[in-house]
C-alpha cells in the first residue's frame, strides 16, 4: 500500500464526495467539534457533497440530520446512512428464508428490520428467530443480551450492526457496540457472520449509490473520500473498499497509533481537525534510509528515539508517520516499540 498521499488542491475539491463519519469528527455526544461545522460548510460551497455514515444504529437519520441542522448544516435525511439501514439489508439479502428475527437494538434498527419484506421481529429466544441482529442502545438490559445469547445457542444466524469497543460520549469514551458483542462471544463462543458497520466497506458503498439522484450513476471510488477518526473502523474500511482516507485528530485516534499503525490501518492523509479538508496536503518524501520530509517538517531516528522538528506541526507528524511505515514495510516493526516517540500534544 502507498505511503501518504499529498494534494495540490484542497481535499475539498479534488475529491467528489465525502464519507464522513459523525461520533469523533462532526460531534461529540451533544456537542459539536470545534472547527468542525465552519469545515463542512466551505468544502460544500466549494462543490463537495457530504454523506455522513455512522456505526451508530440507536439514532434515525432524521433525528441525525436535526441535529447537524442545529449546529447550522444544511443536512437532508438521504445524507445519513447508520449501520441499521446497511443492517436490515444485509439481513434481508442474506438470509432471505428467515422471517423471524430477533433485534437487540433502539426503534431505529427494529424500524428497518420490520421494513423489509418478509421480516418479523421478535424479542425472545423462545420465539424460534432464524436469525439475530444486535445494535447497540444506552438503555439496553442484561436479559435482553442474555436473549440474543440464547438465540445464537440455538442456531440463529448472528449478524451486528458495528465492532466499535467505544464510543464517545460527552464526558469521555465509553463501552460500544462492540463491547457488548464481545459479551454475547464470550456466552456463546459464536462469532457474528457479518457486521454492517465499519470497518466492512459496505457502509461506504451504500454512501456513494444514496448519494446518487434521478438515475444518475454513483460517484466513482476514486472520487470519495473516507473521513474518520478511528483506524480500526473509519480508515481500515477505506481501505477495504478501495476508498483513499482522511484520519482527523479529534477522537479516538492519537498520534502515537498512527506513527505504530500496520498497514491495514494507514490513512492516505492526516489532518488535525477538519479544517484540513480544506487545505493542500504536502506529499512527505524520503530524504535518507531513517529521515523524512513534509513540507518544512523533518523526522529522523537518534539512537532509541524518533525525533522531529516540531512536535506541534502537523508536518511533522506526516514525516514521522512516513518514517515509521517505512521502517516496518523492511521488517523493523519489532524496533518500533521500544522506540521513543514524539508526543505531539498539542496539534
Given amino acids: 500500500m502507498p505511503g501518504l498521499q499529498g494534494s495540490a488542491e484542497p481535499l475539498s475539491s479534488a475529491y467528489q464526495l465525502a464519507l464522513l463519519d459523525l461520533d469523533g469528527v462532526v460531534y461529540r455526544g451533544k456537542n459539536p467539534i470545534d472547527h468542525a461545522v465552519e469545515s463542512i460548510r466551505e468544502a460544500e460551497r466549494i462543490g463537495m457533497t457530504i454523506e455522513y455514515t455512522t456505526n451508530n444504529s440507536s439514532r434515525f437519520p432524521n433525528v441525525v440530520a436535526g441535529q447537524l441542522q442545529g449546529f447550522g448544516l444544511d443536512v437532508e435525511d438521504w445524507q445519513v446512512i447508520t449501520s441499521s439501514i446497511v443492517a436490515a439489508r444485509m439481513v434481508a439479502r442474506s438470509v432471505p428464508q428467515a422471517r423471524r428475527v430477533l433485534v437487540l437494538g433502539a426503534e431505529h434498527l427494529r424500524h428497518e428490520v420490520e421494513s423489509r419484506r418478509g421480516l418479523v421481529v421478535v424479542d425472545d429466544a423462545a420465539a424460534e428467530p432464524q436469525a439475530v441482529i444486535q445494535g447497540w442502545y444506552p438503555d439496553?438490559?442484561?436479559?435482553?443480551?442474555?436473549?440474543?445469547?440464547?438465540?445464537?445457542?440455538?442456531?440463529?444466524?448472528?449478524?451486528?450492526?458495528?465492532?466499535?469497543?467505544?464510543?464517545?460520549?460527552?464526558?469521555?469514551?465509553?463501552?460500544?457496540?462492540?463491547?457488548?458483542?464481545?459479551?454475547?462471544?464470550?456466552?456463546?463462543?459464536?462469532?457474528?457472520?457479518?457486521?454492517?458497520?465499519?470497518?466492512?466497506?459496505?457502509?461506504?458503498?451504500?454512501?456513494?449509490l444514496l448519494a446518487a439522484h434521478d438515475g444518475a450513476e454513483a460517484v466513482a471510488k476514486e472520487l470519495c473520500l473516507a473521513i474518520g477518526d478511528r483506524l480500526d473502523t473509519d480508515i481500515e474500511a477505506g481501505n477495504r473498499g478501495g476508498y483513499d482516507s482522511l484520519a482527523v485528530l479529534t477522537g479516538v485516534t492519537n498520534p502515537a497509533e498512527l506513527m505504530r499503525a500496520p498497514e491495514h490501518l494507514r490513512p492516505s492523509y492526516i489532518v488535525a481537525d477538519l479544517r484540513g479538508l480544506n487545505q493542500a496536503q504536502p506529499q512527505p518524501k524520503q530524504l535518507e534510509r531513517n529521515r523524512w520530509s513534509c513540507a518544512d517538517a523533518q523526522a529522523w531516528i537518534d539512537e532509541d528515539a524518533i525525533v522531529v522538528t516540531d512536535e506541534q506541526d502537523i508536518n511533522a507528524l506526516r514525516a514521522a508517520c512516513s518514517l515509521t511505515w517505512a521502517m516496518q514495510d523492511r521488517g523493523e516493526a519489532d524496533t518500533l516499540p521500544a522506540m521513543r516517540l514524539p508526543e505531539f500534544a498539542t496539534l
Avoid at 179 to 208: F, W
Fill in 140 to 208: 439496553m438490559s442484561w436479559n435482553q443480551m442474555a436473549q440474543v445469547a440464547f438465540a445464537v445457542e440455538r442456531g440463529a444466524t448472528y449478524f451486528v450492526t458495528n465492532r466499535d469497543l467505544t464510543i464517545p460520549r460527552e464526558l469521555g469514551i465509553a463501552p460500544g457496540c462492540g463491547s457488548m458483542i464481545q459479551a454475547v462471544i464470550n456466552a456463546t463462543g459464536v462469532e457474528p457472520v457479518a457486521s454492517a458497520g465499519k470497518p466492512e466497506s459496505a457502509m461506504y458503498d451504500e454512501a456513494r
